[in-house]
T-cell receptor, first 111, second 116 residues
Framework: SQQGEEDPQALSIQEGENATMNCSYK?????LQWYRQNSGRGLVHLIL?????REKHSGRLRVTLDTSKKSSSLLITASRAADTASYFC???????????FGQGTILTVHP | DTGVSQDPRHKITKRGQNVTFRCDPI?????LYWYRQTLGQGPEFLTY????????KSRLLSDRFSAERPKGSFSTLEIQRTEQGDSAMYLC??????????????FGEGSRLTVL
């Protein structure tokens, strides 16, 4: 079963705009990770944030985590057409070593 | 290329046939995971191995599904008596260090199963 709910399910923006995707989850976590998937391909890890962190940056990516609200957001700044993909959040629980994925956000960036 | 490799990339079979997928993880990764993904959904966990030991198996994995990792290196996922509902992308991933220690999953390109 899916742990997370992602919002929005689909997002369409113009190149240069920022894209924000949100993820909510239900149980306590050790860390939360974001992955990207191009159509029909495998997933690629983007960024990891631990439960004791509130914000993390990597290049054009910024992820926030609010454990009190059990939610996270991924911001992609200055988007490019090549950012078009599906984005998934995944939670790692506190007592088991697997990731539980959300249903994803489909991002389309128009040139 | 030392990434995760999966074979075959695409399998078309008739209902009732058995299929087997193979996954070769990154060589130094001792953890190996199988996920299933259907169109428009996120990956769903099936099972994972630490070395050759199968540590967890999802309730999604019916008796028709079996996974092995005999020498702690490559893994196979077999589906017996396939049903149309088994049509999906089967994803393999490996990791080191452990996810609880901040490890990440490295995914293969997946094996797409179509059951006619």
């Amino acid at each position: 079963s899916q742990q997370g709910e992602e919002d929005p399910q689909a997002l369409s923006i113009q190149e240069g705009e920022n894209a924000t995707m949100n993820c909510s989850y239900k149980t306590s976590i050790n860390n939360l990770q974001w992955y990207r998937q191009n159509s029909g391909r495998g997933l690629v890890h983007l960024i990891l944030i631990r439960s004791n962190e509130r914000e993390k940056h990597s290049g054009r990516l910024r992820v926030t985590l609010d454990t009190s609200k059990k939610s996270s957001s991924l911001l992609i700044t200055a988007s490019r057409a090549a950012d078009t993909a599906s984005y998934f959040c995944a939670t790692c629980g506190t007592s088991y070593g697997k990731l539980t994925f959300g249903q994803g956000t489909i991002l389309t960036v128009h040139p | 290329d030392t990434g995760v490799s999966q074979d075959p990339r695409h399998k078309i079979t008739k209902r009732g046939q058995n299929v087997t997928f193979r996954c070769d993880p990154i060589s130094e990764h001792n953890r190996l995971y199988w996920y299933r993904q259907t169109l428009g959904q996120g990956p769903e966990f099936l099972t994972y191995f630490q070395n050759e030991a199968q540590l967890e198996k999802s309730r999604l994995l019916s008796d028709r599904f079996s996974a092995e990792r005999p020498k702690g290196s490559f893994s196979t996922l077999e589906i017996q008596r396939t049903e149309q509902g088994d049509s999906a992308m089967y994803l393999c991933a490996s990791s080191f260090p452990p996810l609880l220690e901040g490890g990440e999953l490295f995914f293969g390109e997946g094996s797409r199963l179509t059951v006619l």
